[in-house]
């Protein structure tokens, strides 16, 4: 991450405050909300995403920034909706929006930010990229959805699962590559490579959260630990355990997620056999071919600084503890 911050660092900081300017409303409790949300920090990879594909295709306009601003809105809407489905009390560290302020206003607050980031789109001028985003954001809802249908889902397969994360989380990531690509007059094969790049790296992300879920701490993950597992949530490490554990193990595994309230003993009875089983192991192992496909896919342009950044954020994506 950090080589892709030597280059981009000062358009992420310009990001920042287009952000903050685009929150300007007369409603004083949207600009509260959201440069909450945005002072609670976050790793800000889509709009690095979206500068450095950019700056790979040679575009040198004004108007990375506000796209890479649009992205982070998008994002941030999403989230929002996220933590009053999940009911999440937590999210990067501190009190969720909708703890602090009701799932009424987290949900408006989003919905604001959702279709702000369509008129700031149109700004921008280019159909090309309005049409790539908007698709986005139709995948990202289906998503949702179908994450919704699958919750407690013990037989759901892997093939299913990673379908579910292509639309609910890997898509922004590939829309913001698709979109730095189309400003930077990308023949239509790199912005195809570029949405590729982006799609795969979201995925490894994804793949990533879900191990932290089970193993790294409240303070390093900054949310609740065993959240996904509370909520029914079947991801890559339990579908793997599921796949092999004992009958036994597999109904006490159920009674976990068919409780209202899960207990300490609980969650640390299932991540005890997701670890036993290799749950953890399988899913950075998959995490890390898809980061290999990302890196080959790279190879199409010719090598720069921006290209090994944007290798360095690939390669990020799998080292993080947060």
Not at 53 to 70: E, Q
Not at 290 to 318: H, K, N, P
């Amino acid at each position: 991450m950090q080589v892709a911050l030597n280059i981009i660092g000062e358009d992420l900081k310009l990001v920042e405050l287009q952000f903050r300017k685009d929150l300007e409303s007369d409603v004083p409790l949207i600009r509260k909300v959201g440069e909450y949300v945005l002072s609670s920090g976050g790793k800000r990879v889509r709009p690095a995403l979206l500068l450095l594909a950019a700056r790979l295709c040679g575009y040198v306009g004004d108007k990375a920034v506000p796209l890479a601003s649009v992205v982070e809105f998008i994002h941030t809407a999403t989230l929002l909706h996220d933590d009053v489905v999940d009911n999440a009390s937590l999210r990067r560290g501190i009190a969720s929006v909708n703890t602090l302020w009701g799932n009424e206003a987290s949900v408006l607050v989003g919905d604001f930010l959702f279709s702000k980031s369509f008129s700031l789109m149109v700004g921008v001028g280019s159909l090309d990229i309005l049409r790539v985003f908007s698709d986005a954001t139709t995948v990202i809802a289906e998503g949702e959805v179908l994450q919704l249908l699958c919750t407690g889902d013990i037989d759901l397969t892997e093939e299913r699962y990673i379908g579910v994360v292509r639309s609910k989380t890997a898509i922004l990531m590939s829309a913001a590559c698709e979109a730095g690509a189309i400003l930077g007059g990308a023949s239509g094969r790199q912005q195809q490579v570029l949405a590729d790049f982006g799609m795969d790296l979201g995925i490894a992300f994804q793949l990533m959260d879900d191990i932290l879920d089970y193993t790294a701490t409240e303070e390093e993950f900054g949310k609740c630990i065993g959240h996904d597992l509370e909520e029914g949530k079947i991801t890559l490490p339990l579908i793997y355990t599921l796949r092999y554990c004992t009958g036994v193990e597999q109904s006490a595994i159920v009674a976990v997620l068919e409780k209202d309230e899960m207990s300490l003993d609980d969650f640390q009875h299932v991540s005890g056999l997701v670890k036993r089983y290799g749950g953890i192991e399988y899913t950075v192992n998959a995490a890390r071919g898809y980061i290999e496909r990302c890196r080959g896919l790279l190879d199409m342009f010719d090598a720069s600084s921006v290209r090994a950044a944007m290798l360095d954020l690939a390669d990020y994506v799998v080292t993080r503890n947060r």
